[in-house]
């Protein structure tokens, strides 16, 4: 059974660069794609970007640039880098899989980032 | 971009009753190449992430009850609870994978009991 667990730091300052890691356990990284979603407290859900496990990357345009989405296949994890955070990215943020053209079919539990002066 | 939109914002249906949520694209999500629509729905329950229902519109996902249901086409569809349980409180939401450039989701719906 596939699962997700993502990690880092649950509090920030404005300005400062957010890092999670989504770790992959149960599968490989190998065929699949890896997003990462981000829901604000009490609202919906934003796609963040993906990777593919060859290094091919896609992010939302709406992020600016601010985004990098990395993989280390020999550790089976992807990471996430969001620059430049204000309160507005204050969010769970959660890791998933898809294939090619497909759904969602396996998340993390999901990590609260909040960003505060 | 694709948007989605739902519909209603939030439903209360008695226990036993059908439940039935509205999904709307603002562009056609069947690719002619494979007669397929691409659109998901999930249901998130409050403290936890998403949970895949339904895929390609009308496709269960394995362990999902068959009291959930996706149907629809093109730019409209529609998901069915046929008889709500205690345990599908629960907001839920649509997803279009078209377009793999920008995956885009529905504002959600909340279900609760009445």
């Known amino acids: 059974q596939v699962q997700l667990q993502e990690s880092g730091p649950g509090l920030l300052k404005p300005s400062e660069t957010l890092s999670l890691t989504c770790f992959v356990s149960g599968g490989s990284i190998n065929n699949y794609y890896w997003s990462w979603i981000r829901q604000p407290p009490g609202k919906g859900l934003e796609w963040i970007g993906s990777i593919y496990y060859t290094g091919i990357t896609n992010y939302n345009p709406s992020l600016k640039g601010r985004v990098t989405i990395s993989l280390d296949t020999s550790k089976n994890q992807f990471s996430l880098k969001l620059n430049s955070v204000t309160v507005a990215d204050t969010a769970v943020f959660y890791c998933a899989r898809h294939s090619s053209v497909a759904a969602f079919d396996y998340w993390g539990q999901g990590t609260l980032v909040s960003v505060s002066s | 971009d694709i948007v989605m939109t739902q519909s209603p914002d939030s439903l209360s249906v008695s226990l036993g009753e059908r439940a039935t949520i509205n999904c709307k694209s603002s562009q056609s999500l069947l690719y002619s190449s494979s007669n397929k629509n691409y659109l998901a729905w999930y249901q998130q329950k409050p403290g936890q992430p998403p949970k895949l229902l339904i895929y390609?519109?009308?496709t269960r996902e394995s362990g999902v009850p068959d009291r959930f249901s996706g149907s629809g086409s093109g730019t409209d569809f529609t998901l069915t609870i046929s008889s709500l349980q205690a345990e599908d409180v629960a907001v839920y939401y649509c997803q279009q994978y078209y377009s793999p450039l920008l995956f885009t989701f529905g504002p959600g719906t909340k279900v609760d009991i009445k």
């Open positions: 390609w519109a009308s």
